[in-house]
Each structure stands twice: as C-alpha cells, then as structure tokens.
C-alpha cells in the first residue's frame, strides 16, 4: 500500500499557501480522511492553525536546524496512523538560506521526504504566461516532484480555463482547482487574539466555510490521487524514543500568553525521563510545588500585560521556584515575564515576575525575525560552553539590561554574533527559541540539573 503525501508550495510568500493549506485540510476531513500537518520552516503560528482544523499536533520540518535523519524521523512517525499528511511550504518553493542552494527550502524538504508537490501560482494578469512559471520551478532542480498546479486569484472560470489548457500542454501536469479573486476569504489574524480564538472555537465555522470553498473549485479526491507516494524508512534508533522512566517533573507554562513550544522539544523531555505538567498562569495556577523544573515558552505575554501583572500569587510562585533554585528555561515570551516589568507601545507599565532585572519595551515595528545558531558560555546549565544548538528569533520588543549582565548564551545570525538573553545560577532566559532536536544533549542536561535540584530538595526536607 503506498503512502499519502503532499507539500503545498507557492511560487513566492503572500501567494496563499496557508488559506489553501488549512481549506484543504478541512475540505479532506469533510470526506472522511484523517489528516496530518507539517509545516517547513521555524513559524508557530502556521502549525497552531493546522492543529486546531485536523486535532492532531503540527509538526515543524526544518532542514536547516536539523538533519535529514531526523526531518525524517518526525515526517514518518507522525504519518503511520493518517490518511495524508499535508506539508506547507514556507515562502517561495526554492527560498532557503542562500540565493545559490536550495538548503533550508520547501524544495529540499519535498526532495529529501520524497513527497509530491502541488504548486499554487498566482495567476492574476496572465494567461499563456504561468506555464513559463511552472516550467521554471520544474526545470531549476530536476529532482523535484511538481505533481498539480493550483491556479490561485483567476478573474473568472474562463480566466482558469485559459491558464489550465497552457500549463497541461507545455508542463504536463495537471491544473487540479482554482481560486477566485474575488473570493478573497480573509485570514483571522496571525497574532493578536488568535490562540484565544482558536481555544474557544470560534474559528470552527470559518474553517467550514473554508473547506466548502475549497470543495467547490478544487478536485479534493484528484489531489488526494496526486499525493501517493512511496512509504519513508523508520528510523533506528530515534531520539523520541523513551529511553528513561519518568524521573523528574517538569512544569510547563501553557495558556493563551504562552503556547510556542516545539511540539517535539516536550517529546525530547519526556523521552529522557521528564513528566510534564502544564499549568496556565492567565488562569490563575500556580507552578506545581513538587516541580523540578521549569519552561516558559513564547507567547504574547504583551497582549495580556494587564492580566499578568494582577495574578500576584502565580508570579511568585514562579519567582520562589527560581530563588529555590528550580532550573528553569524561559523563551521570548517567557523571558519578557519574567523581567521586572512589560512597557506596551502606548508607554503603560505593567509589573511582571521580577526575577530578571531590567524591563522590556514593546515596538512597533519588528526588532528581530530569523535562525540563529546558538552557543554555550561557561556556567549554563543547559547549553555548555563549547556545546552548539539551533534555533529561531522573532519579536517586537527590546530589553533595557543592566550593564553587568551574564549572557546566557551567544547567538550567530547572517549579520553577527552577539551575547543573548539573561542568565543567573539556574535560569536561562532570552528572545531564542531552542530546537532541541538540534542537540539532544541539552534535554539530558536539563534532566541532569533537574535531578540535582531534587536531591537537594530531598536532603533539606529530609
């Protein structure tokens, strides 16, 4: 029996890839498929979409922060039980790190997985025209599997007619579907408000009405013919493997604030030993008092500054588990709450933990977007000096830092390394976010640390 996949490319980024991508998946559930995301690249907002239309966990692809075994590894052992698995590309199909190569591209991706692609073109203005574009993606990497062509922003049905007759002649591949301009089904927003609109489910109906469109215009069952594949080796052994029994309990903050985590980074904790236990701040809860260790992922804690400077109770949960010397990990969003204080754009200040000095100031434009390769300095018990990881930055915010700072680590983008973040006996904190399947070691290390903590827990309570 073959296998069922499909990356969704677009020639370019604003093309519609997610529109399409969350529609699609909602039109094939409609008919009965079970479907699975992934999305190429470092973003969570994509993959929160696709989990909340298929219910199952997007994953993250990313050749760039990890290797080809283990793109793998994530891609066939969250595909065993699905119908088809449907990949979102990320900017245009051949966008990666460099001008010169396709590392770190959707291309790369679909090559190395072996998975179909469907290529959604903007059609707008042109006829005969988009078959020259299809046949320049099918002809820049000859190992590429461009199965179907979406015809996205046609004028009318005979618009799409046009363009389908002269890319089926000179491309031969087929034209599967098309989408209207006028259509112009509006995305809910990609930031504010959006995980609390997926968690109370108003985003149901839109993605019913998404799929219908879909539907309409698009061969559903065509594509799902175009995706078969073979299936991908298994890996042995993968790091997601439980290896430990469950040693060390890990509290993991988990709300509308703070909800970018790397759905693997749990895997990797649980896999070497770590219970989690997830506990939801904007609620009310507390970090649970057996913990050994702490994450606070990213988030927009800024969006709900007010909220968090009045839950007094849990920010001093979180600033005694820190002062108790709970090893504790904090990332972006994290890191902003857990400093004295959240500036917002109109210049309000809100109290936050405390546990790092200095505030944070929210900007109107974005301060920094892009991979980062990450490096251990002396003392942290996460990433040791001489250690490496992988990992992205996005925010909008800057931190005012005292002078004397202890960096947690140092950081290398396209432009520059620098010393990043805040780090003080057993916290590391700063705008990365870790992928910690690009270096395994740091979870055994937390673990290790974690284990400490617990000791000596046990020896003063003793």
């Not at 215009?217 to 997601?240: A, C, G, N, R």
């Not at 109109?346 to 100031?361: C, L, N, Q, S, Y």
Request: proline share 4%; charged share 20%; with cysteine.
């Amino acid at each position: 029996m073959s296998a069922h996949r499909l990356v969704i490319a677009g020639t370019g980024s604003g093309v519609g890839k997610t529109t399409f991508t969350i529609g699609l998946m909602a039109a094939l559930q409609q008919k009965g498929y079970q479907v699975q995301g992934f999305k190429c690249g470092p973003d969570y907002i994509d993959p929160t979409f696709h989990t909340a239309v298929t219910g199952r966990p997007s994953r993250n692809l990313d050749s760039w922060m990890f290797d080809d075994k283990t793109v793998i590894d994530i891609l066939e052992r969250n595909s065993r039980d699905v119908d088809i698995s449907i990949i979102e590309g990320v900017m245009g199909f051949y966008d990666g790190k460099s001008p010169l190569e396709d590392r770190g591209s959707t291309a790369e991706i679909s090559i190395l997985t072996k998975s179909p692609v469907l290529l959604i073109v903007n059609c707008a203005s042109m006829a005969r025209s988009v078959a020259a574009i299809v046949k320049g993606f099918q002809l820049l990497n000859e190992n590429v599997n461009i199965v179907g062509v979406i015809a996205n922003q046609v004028g009318s049905e005979g618009h799409y007619k046009i363009v389908k007759a002269a890319v089926e002649q000179e491309c031969g591949i087929p034209v599967v579907g098309y989408l209207k301009k006028e259509q112009n089904i509006h995305m809910p927003s990609r930031h504010l408000g959006l995980i609390p609109a997926i968690e109370r489910g108003e985003l149901q109906p839109y993605f019913q009405e998404l799929g219908d469109l879909i539907s309409a215009t698009v061969d559903v069952e065509k594509i799902y013919q175009l995706s078969s594949t073979s299936h991908l080796s298994t890996i042995q052994p993968s790091m997601f493997e439980q290896k430990m029994n469950k040693q060390v309990k890990i509290a993991v903050a988990k709300d509308a604030a703070f909800n970018f985590y790397y759905e693997e980074n749990i895997e990797l904790l649980q896999a070497n030993g770590a219970t989690i236990e997830y506990f939801a701040p904007l609620k009310g809860e507390e970090v649970p008092s057996d913990a050994n260790g702490l994450y606070i992922g990213g988030g927009f804690p800024e969006e709900f500054a007010n909220e968090l400077s009045l839950q007094t109770a849990v920010k001093e949960s979180i600033h005694n588990a820190i002062s108790k010397g709970v090893p504790t990990l904090a990332e972006c969003g994290g890191f902003m709450f857990l400093t004295e204080a959240i500036f917002t754009t109109d210049g309000k200040r809100f109290e936050m933990v405390g546990a790092i000095p200095g505030t944070i100031e929210m900007q109107t434009k974005r301060v920094a977007l892009g991979y980062r390769e990450i490096f251990g300095v002396k003392g942290n018990f996460l990433i040791a000096e001489g250690q490496e990881a992988k990992g992205h930055e996005f925010h909008y915010s800057t931190y005012s830092q005292p002078e004397d700072i202890n960096y947690a680590y140092e950081t290398k983008s396209r432009f520059k390394k620098q010393g990043e973040g805040y780090m003080h006996e057993n916290l590391v904190a700063g705008y990365t976010h870790f992928h910690f399947a690009s270096n395994p070691q740091l979870v055994v290390q937390w673990i290790e640390q974690c284990k400490n903590y617990q000791k000596k827990a046990v020896d003063l309570n003793g």
